[in-house]
Every structure is written in C-alpha cells, then in structure tokens.
C-alpha cells in the first residue's frame, strides 16, 4: 500500500494504535500534541540519535525489521550507559516514496521487540518525506535517582579500566557485508556490460541467458561467521549488566557506551576526568570469528577492537577496592586502569611496548 493513500495520520495510527503503556511515568502517549511525562522523585535523562540512509545503514544488507530494532537500541544504549533506566521513547521518520505502508511496519515491528525488552513505552514522534532516502531519528527518554547518574567525568587515578562483551566483532561483520556487496555488485556490472553488448548485436537469447545470471547470482556463503553478523545487524543494549553491577553493589566512577570504537571513547572519558590511562592488549576481550576475520582480510585484530565501532558494549571505571567484585561478574573483562594525566594515555602490548592511544574511530561527518 502507498504511504500517500492513507497520510501521515493514517500511518500514525496504523503505527501505534495497540501501543499499551509500560511505565508510570508515562502519562499520556500517543495521540495529543505532546507526550506527557512525570518524573516526580527522579533525574531525566535525554538522548537523541539520528540515523541516515546512506550514512549510518545501508538497505541492500540489513533488512527494516532489523534497523529498527537496531534504531532503539543505540538509544537505549545511552541511557544505560548513563547508570540509568530507559523510559519512553519518540520517533521521527523521514520516508521516500520507494517506501509502502508494510515496509514502515516491518521497520516498527523491530522498533517495539527492541522496546519490549526493555520495557520501554513509544510515546510520539513525527514522519514527513525525504528525496533523499531514509531518516531515522530517536529521543529515548530515561530516569535515574541524582546520587545514581554516572558522567564521564569522574574517573579518578587507581581506578580500574573494565568493558563489557568482546570488541571488534561489529565492525568486522560490516566489512564482511560491505566485501560481499562488492562481490555482488561486480557480478551484475560484468553481466551488464555483455547484455548491452548482447543487445548492440541483436542477440535476444543472450539477453534473456544474462538476465536469468543476474537474477540467479548465488548469494554470499556466511557459514561460520554469523555471530559477526549478529553483532552488526542486532545491536544490544548492555542493560543486563547494570543490573548485574546495582545487585553487586558497584557504582562506576565514569561510564560511556562504545559506539564509535573503544580508543575515542577511553579518550573521552580520560579528556573529561583529566586523567591518563594504561590499558593492555592481552586484556583486550575478542571472540574468536572476530580474529578469524581480521586475519581473513590480512586487518590486525586489535585495531579493529580498538577503533571498529558500533559495538555497544560498556566502558567503564570502578575504584580498585572493587577489583574482586568486578572479577566475579561474567562478561566483565577488566583492560587495565586509570593514571595520572601525565603519564598519558597508553596501550601496552603484548610484548610491553607502550605506544599512545589515538582516536581513530568512526567520524560521521568525514
């Protein structure tokens, strides 16, 4: 069904007609001209990300279902990241005519898994159409007491350098869908080129035989690979593990999400607390299909685990007297420890060479 056929109205509802509330601080969604929130005894927290066709996502490898879960995640992600608790979102969309009223649904339909999970209520947003391919923009609204807020800022020398998951395993699947998108694209442009020849010379049988290639090329064979693919396709938002830190009673001293590769975030957070740090290359966490891959593209593993990206794992610093409680909560790897600022911020290898951490991570305005 076109979008036009039933307006911006009509979608709206088609969207969100069954939308049932989740949170008490949600009191009216849906339906007026704004949203209506109450967060009498808590902190608000705020965060917007904008995805963009083109930029962000690339529609020829994930599907809608999939970025829209995606879409909420990376939100989502940033309210944990800030010790708190995800609490509504509002979504906008930007829609081309290439798009029908079932595509826009597929997108939703990941949008609330994402939500569902985590208990989080949509109660707004906006659609307008686009020239330009599809926009995505998220504000996921969360709580947290004052005394619970975790800033950037607050790392301390001593303090324990510890992430959550692996690292790296994003960043390869991409490469792996951007390879393979290469791969494929190749194939037709070659079978292009000898159909208008064929259709220079007259030659119909030929046409028809290069058009079925086309239509036949055999899709990519990703057997073996597909965790890198899952971490790339189906971001997860760590909220597991700020439930595990609140029931082992650690409070980080400053925490961040890794959306754009684990150097630049460490780098932020040591610019912001006026600290250095030592972190250690055998520490490291990487799944094995992550240095399967690395080395399949002749890339070294560590540089992908430091500057890949889109993980969406935690990066985070506790006080050393916490040291055995970090130890005792799986899927917590502690990567070294924060410095005086003088000392720099560094990466010690495995042979024990020190070399200076750079940001080297994904720039969306590059």
């Given at each position: 069904?076109?979008?036009a056929?039933?307006?911006e ?19 009216y ?8 929130l109450s ?10 990300d904008?995805?963009m066709?083109?930029v962000?996502?690339?529609l020829?490898?994930?599907?809608l279902?999939?970025?829209?879960y995606?879409?909420?995640?990376v939100n989502?992600?940033?309210v ?6 995800p ?5 906008s969309l930007?829609?081309s005519?290439?798009?029908t009223v079932?595509?826009?649904?597929e997108f939703?339909s ?9 208990g ?6 906006d659609?307008?159409s ?8 998220i504000?996921?609204i ?8 975790v800033?950037?800022?607050?790392a ?6 510890c ?8 960043y ?13 694209y190749?194939?037709?442009?070659d ?9 220079k010379?007259g030659d119909?049988q030929?046409?028809?035989?290069l058009k ?6 055999a899709q ?10 899952q ?5 997860e ?7 595990k ?6 409070h980080?001293t ?11 975030e460490?780098?932020?957070i040591?610019?912001?607390s006026?600290?250095?740090c030592?972190i ?5 966490p990487i ?13 070294n ?11 969406y794992?935690l990066?985070?610093?506790v ?7 970090i ?5 917590v790897?502690?990567?070294?420890h924060?410095t ?7 990466l ?13 991570g994904?720039?969306?305005l590059?």
């Open positions: 069904m076109e979008i056929k039933i307006g109205f009509g979608l709206i509802d088609r969207l969100t007609k069954d939308l049932e509330k989740k949170n008490e601080s949600t009191k969604g849906v339906g007026d001209d704004c949203a209506v967060y009498p005894d808590k902190e608000v927290l705020i965060t917007t904008m995805l066709e083109g962000h996502f690339d020829t490898y994930i599907d279902k999939h970025l829209g995606k879409s909420a995640m989502i992600s940033d944990f990241a800030m010790n708190g608790t609490r509504q979102i509002t979504v930007a829609i005519k290439r798009f079932e595509d826009i649904e939703y990941g949008l609330r898994l994402a939500c569902d999970k985590w989080v209520d949509i109660v707004g947003g659609t307008t686009s020239y330009t391919g599809l926009a995505i923009s504000t996921c969360g709580e947290a007491r004052s005394e619970d807020i800033y950037r800022n607050g301390e020398n001593t303090d324990l350098v992430v959550t998951g692996d690292l790296g395993a994003a390869m699947g991409l490469q792996l869908l951007e390879r393979e998108k290469s791969v494929y190749q194939q037709v442009n079978l292009q080129k000898k159909m208008a020849e064929a259709q010379t119909a030929r046409v028809s035989n079925s290639q086309i239509s036949n090329i990519p064979d990703f057997s073996g690979k597909e965790y890198l693919l971490r790339q396709l189906q971001t938002a760590r909220g597991d593990i700020i439930e830190l609140r029931l082992a009673g650690i980080p400053a925490m961040m999400d890794i959306s754009d590769g684990l150097s630049s460490l780098l932020h040591c610019k912001q006026g600290v250095g030592r250690y290359e055998k520490n490291i799944d094995y299909q992550t240095a399967v891959m690395a080395e399949e593209m002749n890339m593993v560590t540089t992908c685990a430091l500057n890949g990206g889109e993980d794992e990066l985070f610093t006080p050393i007297g916490d040291h055995e409680k130890e005792q909560i799986e899927g790897k502690l990567i070294g924060i005086e600022q003088k000392f720099g911020t560094m010690v290898t495995r042979d024990n060479q020190e070399f200076e951490l750079k940001a080297q994904w720039n969306p590059q």
